[in-house]
């Protein structure tokens, strides 16, 4: 790591931009620190360093996964792609699956993961299997993000599994990732091909060290049969511009009320999860459909509701495009006319 880190260093100083041109996204990114700082990364540093980190990562980023069902909705019971191992578990074939990923930093037992799980067996009789990726709870985010693409082919050969071996239905699947878990979400899309995972729900998916211009190397809306993300900390920890099928804005989708200054963003870019949850428990988030991503940052889609609602399961059939999420500054945030 430290080697990496003096690496990350000299690249800086021999190749950075100057500070009024730096555009975050763009033309290089902030990129976030352990002690919470951002450093600034020029594209070419940082396509450099992570090449020099994806034949490691590749090779040691270990995957579990953890079934929680009506049976045992808070103990959670491994399991692997083994015949015994589904067996002596509460998986059931006919119920919907879900398949929950953390994002840097976390771990399968997070506040997150515990919160959605709670969420989707308060609605019903779920299979909601949380991923652990080991490699993103390393200090080094850019080492994470070398890590997405291997963890992401380990979660679609799981989903292939189950499917193939199990009976598992890829028509009632969902698959939901926050930060960088969106982009391991849209790798399993990719390794399970075809569009075949029904739906995946991006939570403020990882903006730092992915390029809008190379969709094939993050979360895009061809990795599902519908992809949707809910953008809260565009521009800074999360993406600005849409990458979903459907794409929501909350309160114009750069920072969310009640956050305070919210320096670095973490308070609005994990809102995504405290929408996500109460959209799937109490299905109350309003939009407003807007001509283009602009007119939702900017908040000028008017004021006349649509029939959607965000996080619904029914969008999969019924959205495209971009929609403003007008939201409250504590719970309950959703807003409906």
């Known amino acids: 790591m430290k080697v990496a880190v003096v690496l990350v260093a ?7 931009l100057p500070i009024e041109e730096r555009v975050n996204g763009e033309n290089g990114w902030f990129v976030p620190q352990d002690d919470g700082s951002l450093e600034w990364m020029d594209i070419k540093d940082a396509e450099e360093l992570l090449s020099k980190y994806t034949p490691i990562e590749s090779r040691s980023n ?13 103990n959670g019971k491994e399991i692997w792609s083994d015949a015994s191992s589904i067996h002596d578990s509460h998986f059931n074939k006919n119920h919907g699956t879900r398949f929950v990923i953390h994002g840097w930093k976390g771990k399968y037992t997070d506040s997150m993961n515990v919160k959605i799980t709670k969420a989707w ?6 299979n909601v299997i949380v991923v652990n990726w080991e490699r993103s709870q390393t200090a080094n985010y850019v080492s994470s993000v070398a890590a997405v693409p291997g963890a992401g082919t380990k979660v679609g050969e799981m989903i292939e599994y189950l499917h193939e071996h199990h009976g598992m239905s890829l028509e ?3 698959v939901i990732g926050h930060s960088l878990g969106a982009h391991v979400a849209g790798f399993a899309g990719k390794k399970v091909g075809g569009k075949r995972i029904h739906t995946i729900v991006g939570l403020d998916p990882a903006m730092p060290l992915f390029s809008y211009d190379k969709p094939d190397k993050r979360l895009n809306a061809d990795d599902a049969f519908y992809v949707e993300s ?27 009320p009640g956050c305070g200054t919210d320096i670095g963003g973490s308070c609005s870019h994990h809102r995504s999860v405290l929408y ?6 109490e299905d109350n988030f309003g939009t407003i459909k807007c001509g283009d991503y602009q007119a939702a940052l900017a908040n000028e889609c008017g004021s006349t ?5 965000m996080g619904a399961v029914t969008n999969a059939y019924m959205v495209e495009g971009d929609y403003y999420v007008p939201v409250n ?3 309950p945030f959703g807003k409906i006319e």
């Open 10 to 16: 000299l690249l800086a100083a021999a190749h950075a």
């Open 62 to 74: 270990d995957v579990s996964f953890y079934l929680y069902t009506k049976q045992n909705p808070t």
């Open 121 to 126: 067996l308060s609605k019903g009789e779920y």
């Open 172 to 174: 009632d699947l969902e």
């Open 230 to 256: 809910i953008q809260t900390n565009g521009g800074e920890k999360g993406f600005l511009k849409p990458i979903g099928k459907g794409t929501f804005y909350p309160n114009g989708g750069r920072d969310q």
């Open 276 to 281: 996500y949850v109460e959209a799937v428990t």
């Open 305 to 309: 509701y649509s029939n959607v609602r």
């Open 329 to 331: 500054s504590e719970a």
